[in-house]
């Protein structure tokens, strides 16, 4: 007997890895008048260009962008140093082959520059990657039977009740409804942020950037029908030096909104989406303005998209079949599903204190303050998902050094924050993503800083449900005996767990003539109600 299904396309979770190692290069100062005396301040920028799915293994590529601003020996002006590093990384991941899909992140948990000498030093790099690996999974449910099919030839020829229907037209299906969740897209993609900004008439035009900060603020994504539209801030630092000679360090610090849409076909209005958004490439450039001076400054930054869009579908799967006067037995198998247990966002906001460093003099004006998140262990508790980890919080000032001005003070802190998931269990799927919305820093005294960030968690969660599932229909031999026996007519008073459904199966009859015997207006009954019951079949 043919069935019609329904097919659900689900991505469903295989692994889920933190892999920790080190990246280390000897690099050479590209200035060669130049030699590290002091470092202030260094960063890095990690991108995942490509991911490798093997048996067992995977291989990452991806580049290191790092800066360090320092001061060299013998002169009073700060320098800056910027360069990217490659790297492969082979990484093994048992119980996982070439063609399930591996989503890498990454992370720099800490860095170090250790000189050779004055020209050469060693830059050091650990890094994180949180790795998930899934894999597409369909499950075919059956949602009814194929009336359109070749007519079924049964072993036994009963008397048709209605004439004119054929057999297949006869059988009664029992349904249940699942809620279940689909894939639609499971893509990366990017969008291109250029501005222009120009240098305020306070400040000398730029002679060369040393130092650069671009990082995504207040960023909301959402979903239309075809499209993603994109809205967001960055947010500009720059340290130069001017064209003028004998003037000292400037710094600039503006931000640009931007908005745009991506044209993505299976977008639409409703779709469940889980969307991550991160900065893969950032390029700063000064530029000559109308009056033929370096007083513009170009930003062009690449942002690249993790896009996952999910459909809510409800589905009404066949749960039992039944013909009067017929042998059908179902044929069950166990199979799981996905539905959507929550999706949540929340905010919280982080307060540290920073004790200014006196070493280096009295802070005199702050330039750039900034925070950044470090997860290091994510756990399932009390219906919610427990984020914990560093957030590392840092300002760039003005100090009183005449000879050493631009200082750098950073401060790591505990962090620990809940997002709700309400019914969250220990084996449901999930993800989770975090980021730095807004930063701020106030001077509370010469001696202390007070900085405050906004932090933004975002997750989705699944549920993995369990159930026994029709694969065919099989047709059995009748029970004469039984069918012969059983009373034409008969009286029955409704015992506890009875269903109009278990006694029309029961009783070789259906559930529409019950109705139409007893005058019911629906199917549902309770203990104690008396049935009148009419067999509607006879071999």
């Known amino acids: 007997m043919r069935l019609e299904k329904k097919n659900i396309h689900m991505n469903k979770i295989v692994k889920r890895e933190t892999v920790i190692f080190f990246v280390s290069r000897e690099e050479r100062i590209m200035d060669a008048d130049n030699e590290i005396e002091n470092i202030i301040n260094q960063k890095e920028i990690v991108t995942t260009d490509s991911v490798v799915t093997r048996e067992n293994q995977i291989t990452v590529n991806g580049t290191i962008n790092y800066n360090i601003l320092y001061y060299p020996k013998n002169s009073e002006m700060v320098c800056g140093e910027e360069k990217e590093i490659n790297f492969e990384e082979n990484i093994k991941l048992m119980g996982i082959n070439s063609e399930d899909n591996a989503n890498v992140a990454m992370e720099v948990l800490s860095s170090s520059i250790k000189p050779v000498d004055g020209k050469n030093y060693i830059y050091r790099i650990q890094l994180k990657a949180y790795i998930i690996v899934e894999k597409i999974e369909d499950l075919d449910i059956a949602t009814a039977i194929d009336t359109d099919s070749q007519e079924e030839n049964y072993e036994n020829n009963f008397a048709k009740e209605n004439s004119g229907k054929n057999n297949v037209e006869n059988i009664m299906t029992k349904k249940r409804n699942?809620?279940?969740?689909?894939?639609?897209?499971d893509k990366t993609d990017?969008?291109?942020v250029s501005e222009q900004i120009a240098v305020p008439h306070g400040k000398p035009p730029i002679g060369t950037i040393v130092w650069s900060d671009i990082r995504i603020k207040n960023q909301n994504i959402k979903t239309m029908e075809g499209s993603i539209i994109i809205n967001g801030q960055l947010s500009i630092f720059i340290i130069y030096i001017p064209e003028m000679e004998n003037m000292p360090e400037q710094w600039l610090e503006q931000t640009i909104d931007f908005n745009g849409q991506l044209e993505m076909s299976e977008a639409t209005e409703d779709a469940?989406?889980?969307?991550?958004?991160?900065?893969?490439?950032?390029?700063?450039?000064?530029?000559?303005?109308q009056d033929n001076e370096m007083r513009n400054?170009?930003?062009s930054a690449l942002l690249k998209l993790n896009v996952k869009l999910y459909k809510e579908t409800s589905i009404n799967v066949i749960e039992d079949v039944y013909k009067p006067g017929a042998n059908l037995v179902p044929v069950m198998e166990p199979k799981s599903y996905q539905k959507l247990l929550v999706k949540n966002a929340s905010r919280t906001k982080e307060v540290v204190k920073m004790k200014i460093d006196k070493t280096k003099g009295q802070l005199l004006q702050i330039c750039n303050s900034q925070a950044e998140i470090k997860i290091e262990n994510i756990l399932v508790r009390d219906n919610s998902l427990k984020a914990i980890g560093k957030i590392k919080t840092c300002i760039i000032y003005i100090s009183s050094d005449d000879r050493h001005p631009i200082c750098c003070q950073c401060r790591e802190s505990n962090f620990e924050h809940g997002i709700d998931a309400e019914g969250i269990e220990v084996n449901d799927e999930y993800f989770l993503n975090w980021k730095v919305e807004q930063v701020n820093a106030n001077m509370l005294n010469a001696d202390e800083v007070e900085i405050k960030a906004v932090i933004a968690l975002e997750a989705i969660v699944f549920k993995k449900v369990e159930q026994n599932f029709v694969t065919e229909i099989n047709q059995e031999p009748v029970d004469m005996e039984a069918l012969n026996n059983a009373?034409?007519?008969?009286?029955?008073?409704?015992q506890k767990g009875d269903t109009l459904w278990k006694l029309?199966?029961?009783?070789?009859?259906?559930?529409?003539?019950?109705?139409?015997?007893?005058?019911?207006?629906?199917e549902t009954i309770k203990k104690g109600d008396r049935l009148l019951i009419i067999k509607s079949c006879q071999a």
Do not use: C, H
Request: glycine content about 2%; overall charge negative.
């Open 178 to 185: 699942i809620d279940s969740l689909a894939i639609m897209a």
């Open 190 to 192: 990017t969008f291109r």
């Open 272 to 289: 469940v989406s889980y969307i991550e958004l991160w900065l893969n490439n950032v390029n700063v450039q000064p530029e000559i303005n």
């Open 297 to 299: 400054l170009s930003v």
């Open 487 to 494: 009373p034409v007519l008969k009286g029955y008073i409704v």
């Open 504 to 522: 029309a199966k029961e009783n070789y009859t259906t559930i529409e003539k019950i109705m139409t015997v007893n005058n019911l207006e629906n």
